[in-house]
């Protein structure tokens, strides 16, 4: 199940000391204990150099933000004999202040804070604590749920501490990173990995997902802090981890500074994301379909259709069209040519290279803003019931292979519980709901159908798929 947290800590961008250190000996064959140890000694006092510098621009941030209560904590309570001697001193309030910590990252010497959206999401007051101590009160900038990012605004008379963009583009699988932010609330905590995987897609956290995977230590509190790579260069948000218990379990998910920047600046200069659009259906070009094409090769993304008038219906596009290039890059799955187009301006000409009829043709298209009636944003799970605050998404392949969910289970997959919401104790990341009072549940728009249709403080039914088996649960205001 996939973890976000709504602590957070801050790194704040900008030109960055270099770190001199010059390990001479580490490809050398250590002769000696002594050798060794100097060896790692030079090692330690590098990776001690980056954090020196990276550290003063970590900042902690603290939100506030009212909760509506579901009901009272007993019936008994509401009882009108019972509250003639006692009074109303022993009702739950019907709302109520909640408080979180987490982590994000000051973007610029002005005050601008790069963090994750979940982490600032419904905040109705943010206070921001750098590493000298001094507090600010941050203001909502923008957000884009859809990768997760979030940018807030804090006020301060000087240039606050930087640290320096990293091109997390260049990241290799095995390369160290150092995560910083404030797990659990322990401000200022640094941890080492590696970077486990890059570009990885279909995890259920977003809707444009292309992640850094790490090993490197990330609990709660740590959403929104920074990835830095052996430069002491910011290659990633801190996001959200994989985790049975809750806790670190050696699989963390950073957004890309590639795609964070991009929606960043978007969000800073037209207070929201305009993202390009191409206006094609596709799916991936696995070897049956290869073979039905008469392909040679396994690679791009099958067009299954075009949308009329869209930028690739224009630029003469056909179903069945094998998409291998973008802007000189290859292409491997659909949701990377989703974050490559989305990442396009608006009103720019792109080259793309497609196979049609087993010969390669060059493509010129015209990227065009999404149209608003297809840039809806992804369920958040804001209704007016018992179900509120749970976040659901469709099984992709992916998803059911990593839960283990059976190819008979359909439904759709709890992604996140709010803490506050009426079904906290009752569902958990990685449940599949299949059924909601008696209603089958075959994916988004079922659900969002029946959920919608239920009335506020109705009792629900649910057949939800967990551990191996399928039990029925109930949410209920008493």
């Known amino acids: 199940m996939f973890v976000k947290y709504r602590w957070l800590s801050v790194i704040i961008f900008g030109p960055i000391l270099s770190v001199n250190c010059m390990v001479s000996d580490v490809h050398a064959v250590a002769k000696s204990p002594e050798q060794s140890a100097n060896i790692l000694t030079q090692i330690g006092q590098a990776t001690a150099g980056i954090v020196e510098t990276v550290k003063p621009a970590v900042v902690n941030i603290s939100t506030t933000r009212t909760v509506k209560v579901q009901g009272g904590i007993n019936p008994f309570f509401d009882d009108p004999f019972f509250r003639r001697f006692f009074g109303d001193q022993f009702r739950m309030p019907k709302e109520r202040k909640s408080t979180s910590l987490g982590s994000g990252v000051i973007v610029d010497p002005g005050g601008y804070i790069l963090t994750a959206n979940h982490v600032i999401h419904g905040a109705e007051e943010i206070s921001v604590t750098l590493a000298d101590k001094r507090e600010f009160k941050g203001k909502i900038i923008g957000s884009d749920a859809m990768t997760d990012i979030g940018i807030i605004k804090i006020d301060a008379s000087d240039q606050l501490p930087t640290i320096k963009w990293g091109d997390s583009d260049e990241l290799r699988v095995g390369e160290t990173v150092l995560a910083i932010g404030s797990p659990y609330g322990l401000t200022q905590t640094v941890t080492m990995g590696i970077v486990s995987a890059v570009g990885r897609a279909n995890v259920g956290i977003a809707d444009y997902e292309d992640f850094i995977q790490t090993d490197a230590a990330i609990n709660p509190g740590n959403s929104g802090g920074a990835l830095v790579n052996g430069r002491g260069e910011l290659v990633g948000i801190n996001s959200a981890i994989f985790s049975t218990s809750g806790g670190y379990q050696g699989i963390g998910f950073a957004i890309p500074t590639s795609m964070a920047k991009t929606v960043m600046d978007s969000l800073i200069r037209q207070g929201k994301v305009t993202r390009g659009w191409l206006g ?135 992604t996140g519980v ?61």
Do not use: H
């Open 280 to 414: 094609v259906n596709i799916q991936n070009l696995t070897p049956e379909l290869a073979k039905q094409f008469n392909l040679g090769e396994e690679t791009g993304v099958l067009v299954g259709d075009i949308i009329e008038g869209s930028p690739a219906d224009k630029a003469g596009l056909q179903r069945g069209d094998v998409i291998v290039e973008f802007e000189g890059k290859k292409v491997e799955d659909p949701n990377q040519l989703r974050n490559m187009v989305a990442n396009v301006a608006p009103g720019s000409e792109v080259k793309a290279k497609i196979i049609r009829e087993n010969k390669p043709r060059p493509v010129k298209i015209t990227i065009t803003e999404i149209p608003a009636d297809m840039a809806k944003q992804p369920l958040k799970g804001e209704y007016d019931n018992l179900l509120n605050g749970v976040l659901v998404r469709d099984i992709s392949a992916d998803i059911a292979a990593r839960l283990n969910i059976p190819k008979k289970v359909i439904g759709v997959v709890v």
């Open 418 to 478: 709010d803490e506050e919401s009426p079904a906290a104790m009752v569902l958990v990341p990685g449940d599949v709901i299949q059924e909601i009072n008696r209603q089958k549940i075959s994916g988004m728009k079922d659900y969002e159908m029946v959920v919608s249709g239920i009335k506020p403080g109705q009792d629900i039914l649910l057949l939800v798929f967990r551990g191996g088996a399928s039990i029925f649960v109930t949410l209920s205001n008493k």
